[in-house]
């Protein structure tokens, strides 16, 4: 009997911590979601996996990281923009100054 209320206060222990780290109620979550899905993905694991990733709080240097490729994305966009520009501009004075072999 002692053994049996040691592993039942073990589990008691154990549910407390996953409880106050949040982990019932994220996997709650995810398991609604996953209820809730009108079309049921063919794998429920990767679902939970891509669901519990996207709970998880960010990583600061995660974060830092979206925001730098963010920038990058828009540089990436005003040089093409200005590519776009500067090929019009050559073409006019290509037109306007032909080369003469």
């Known amino acids: 009997m002692a053994h049996y209320k040691a592993t039942d206060s073990k589990r008691e222990q154990f ?7 949040g982990v019932l109620d994220t ?7 996953l209820y809730e899905e009108p079309e049921k993905p063919n794998s429920a694991l990767d ?12 990583n600061p240097e995660v974060e830092a990281l979206r925001l730098e490729v963010a920038e990058m994305k828009e540089k990436y966009e005003a040089v093409l ?4 520009k500067l090929k019009a501009k050559l073409l ?8 003469i072999p």
């Open 15 to 21: 549910r407390r911590y996953l409880e106050k780290s």
């Open 47 to 58: 679902f939970l996996k891509h669901h519990i990733g996207a709970a998880a709080p960010e």
């Open 92 to 99: 006019i004075h290509e037109r306007t100054f032909p080369l």
């Open 81 to 84: 923009e200005e590519n776009k």
């Open 27 to 33: 996997l709650t979550k995810v398991l609604v979601a």
